[in-house]
């Protein structure tokens, strides 16, 4: 596609600054998940394939180079448009995926962290993906209902079997950080975070000091009220959307942060990473004060 032909504001995932994954990925740090793009419920085919397969190409075009899936998303359907709408992946593009959930029916998801499952899930994400080695590999849950040692020691194996390049965890502790790194570095954490949930501001500013991604995921929580009303105010004054806004938060509160901003459609893809060209101002932060 010829530079005239682009919509204005291609490539502005860049403007949002860079972050390095496990010392040698480095990826711009507005990101795209893509658990969005299947049917209702993260179940089935989406409504329009067609328009979910434009979504992916246009992250390209925008500068995103990190996307983020699961083989549960779907289950596997989004894991599949991936590799139909990119592969062959271009250089510096990274595909993060997950394993450690089963699927029963739509909004359903049972922690399943066993050696067999995880075998299963790792192989198949491989498959569908068009992939040899995994960039990024996150457990999805700890499963209380097996032995950590079990799933960890899987990780630890599929990762000296070459099948997985670096290892992430999600919605976790800062002791199930510490105990997952006496099997591996942990390179990720994604765990719900957003301006109105700040439950886990102490894994935050641990992965600040070590280093590690971190990888909000719900970045617009829909249910604290107060917060909807400060992203309100600081959305009126910028004209902006309350995602946009949410969005910039997340960037400016800190430089380990990876937003993911999911989403079935292109127009709303390129409005949300518009947000990297908000610059959010002391008044701002006084409506919606940075994490401490």
């Known amino acids: 596609m010829q530079a005239t032909e682009q919509p204005a504001g291609s490539l502005l995932a860049a403007q949002a ?3 390095t994954i496990g010392g040698d990925l480095t990826v711009n740090r507005m990101a795209y998940g893509a658990m969005r793009i299947t049917g209702d419920g993260i179940w089935g085919p989406p409504k329009d394939h067609d328009e979910a397969i434009r979504v992916l190409k ?3 075009d925008l500068g995103i180079n990190f996307i983020d899936t699961a083989d549960s998303y779907g289950p596997y359907i989004s894991e599949e448009l991936i590799a139909e709408a990119l592969h062959p992946y271009p250089d510096g593009l990274v595909i993060a995926t997950k394993g450690g959930l089963l699927r029963t029916g739509p909004n359903q998801w049972p922690v399943d962290g066993s050696r067999k499952h995880l075998e299963e899930a790792l192989n198949g994400s491989l498959k569908r993906l068009k992939l040899e080695q995994i960039d990024l590999y996150q457990l999805h849950r700890f499963d ?3 032995p950590a040692e079990e799933y ?3 990780l630890q194996e599929a990762q000296q079997q ?3 390049r670096h290892i992430g965890l999600s919605e976790v502790s800062i002791d199930q950080i510490e ?3 006496q099997y591996f570095d942990v390179v990720s954490v994604q765990n719900m975070y957003n301006f109105g949930e700040q439950h886990w501001n102490d894994v935050l500013k641990y992965c600040e000091k070590n280093n590690i991604a971190f990888i909000p995921w719900f970045p617009l929580n829909a249910g604290n009220v107060a917060a909807e009303d400060a992203i309100k105010r600081v959305s009126a004054r910028h004209k902006a959307t309350d995602y946009q806004i949410a969005l910039a938060w997340l960037l400016a509160a800190s ?4 937003p993911i901003a999911g989403t079935s459609s292109v127009e709303h893809l390129e409005e949300n990473v518009k947000a990297v060209s908000i ?5 701002d932060f006084q409506d919606m004060p940075l994490p401490q």
């Open 144 to 146: 209380n209902k097996v």
């Open 162 to 164: 070459g099948k997985i």
């Open 152 to 154: 960890l020691e899987f």
């Open 279 to 283: 610059k959010l101002t002391g008044e």
């Open 58 to 60: 246009r992250t390209l």
């Open 179 to 181: 105990q997952a790194k």
């Open 17 to 19: 600054g860079t972050l």
């Open 255 to 258: 430089p380990v942060m990876l």
